[in-house]
């Protein structure tokens, strides 16, 4: 089930793809953000992995090339719960901070991978990456700028859910090319549901009464969390069966500036000048560092597929 090249050449439809994918993740982030306000996190991500698992759950049952069997059932269930924790943190943080400043630090994920893969697996790192990885975090840096009180300890939550997805992404990129893209997004949203479950049934009597009292504008946006979720990760394997993985990669941060004007028309927050700038110093080092992943794996002739590319935690 390798996933070594694109089966059709068309980098002008793979590229609208990725954009597409990036802007459902970024309409997400941006329902999320309105909707934490009077719907609770466990009832959010619960809707998002549950109807991710039914999606899933249909595509493969009506396609003949796709199945629900694993090789690596532990992998599945890791990569699940590392994503499951990124979205987390990541909704958790969407409550306290505008939605393109927070997409800019979980875009760190490159960065932080190629830190992780240095102390968990003792890959060598070379100077260039050094350098990418400095560069991304001073960015990090001219967003968050510490001791101006813009944020405070919420900034943790989105370097947390980077954190958790640069695991998810070396796990992932270690097992992915074994496995169906779409079995492995399966059980991902399975696994993201059944550990969501518990929170949810904890809480029923809340969750029902929260429910009954919500306008139809809230029942709607809940339904839009877990369409634009699935919708953004099923585009991002389409895509990537467009055209090859290092040609589409850059084009994933696209998501910063579409959060950023998906922030502004819905929630008017527009981003200052230093949140501009740190934005880009993150988009300039956080996409040529998975560019040169790419690069480095296509040298070491190991198959990249679609979901070892994925890089959003959402």
Same mark, same amino acid.
Request: aromatic share 8%; charged share 10%; hydrophobic share 55%.
């Given at each position: 089930?390798?996933?070594?090249? !694109?089966s059709?050449?068309?980098? $002008?439809?793979?590229?609208? =793809?990725?954009? #597409? &994918? +990036?802007?459902?993740? %970024? ?8 909707l ?109 700028? !510490?001791?101006?009180?813009?944020? $405070?300890?919420?900034?943790? =939550?989105?370097? #947390? &859910? +980077?954190?958790?997805? %640069? ?42 009464s ?58 008017g ?24 992943n ?8 190991q198959?990249?597929? %679609? ?8």
């Amino acid at each position: 089930m390798s996933r070594t090249a !694109p089966s059709v050449h068309s980098p $002008g439809a793979g590229i609208a =793809l990725i954009v #597409a &994918a +990036a802007a459902c993740f %970024a309409g997400l982030d941006t329902t999320v953000r309105y909707l934490g306000a009077f719907i609770g996190i466990a009832l959010m991500l619960w809707l998002r992995y549950a109807m991710h698992t039914l999606t899933m759950a249909a595509w493969i049952a009506f396609s003949r090339d796709k199945t629900f069997r694993t090789a690596n059932p532990r992998f599945q269930v890791l990569r699940g719960s590392l994503l499951l924790f990124a979205s987390a943190m990541a909704f958790n943080a969407l409550r306290h901070m505008p939605v393109a400043e927070f997409t800019a630090i979980v875009m760190l994920t490159p960065l932080l991978a190629t830190l992780l893969a240095r102390v968990w697996l003792k890959e060598r790192v070379s100077a260039l990456r050094w350098a990418l990885v400095a560069g991304g975090f001073a960015g990090a840096l001219i967003v968050i700028r !510490p001791g101006s009180g813009l944020f $405070g300890w919420a900034v943790l =939550l989105p370097l #947390a &859910a +980077a954190l958790s997805n %640069a695991a998810f992404q070396i796990v992932t990129s270690r097992l992915a090319p074994h496995e169906n893209p779409y079995t492995t997004n399966f059980y991902t949203g399975l696994t993201g549901m059944m550990l969501a479950a518990p929170l949810v049934l904890l809480g029923s009597q809340q969750v029902a009464s929260v429910l009954a009292a919500a306008p139809p504008l809230h029942l709607g946006l809940l339904l839009a969390i877990g369409a634009l979720g699935t919708g953004g990760h099923l585009l991002l394997i389409m895509a990537l069966g467009k055209a090859p993985t290092a040609t589409l990669m850059p084009f994933l941060y696209t998501q910063i500036g579409v959060a950023a004007l998906a922030g502004w028309l819905a929630l008017g927050a527009v981003p200052d000048a230093w949140a501009w700038t740190g934005m880009a110093v993150i988009t300039c080092c956080g996409a040529a560092s998975a560019w040169l992943n790419v690069r480095d794996a296509a040298t070491r002739q190991q198959p990249v597929s %679609a979901v070892a590319a994925d890089t959003v935690g959402d």
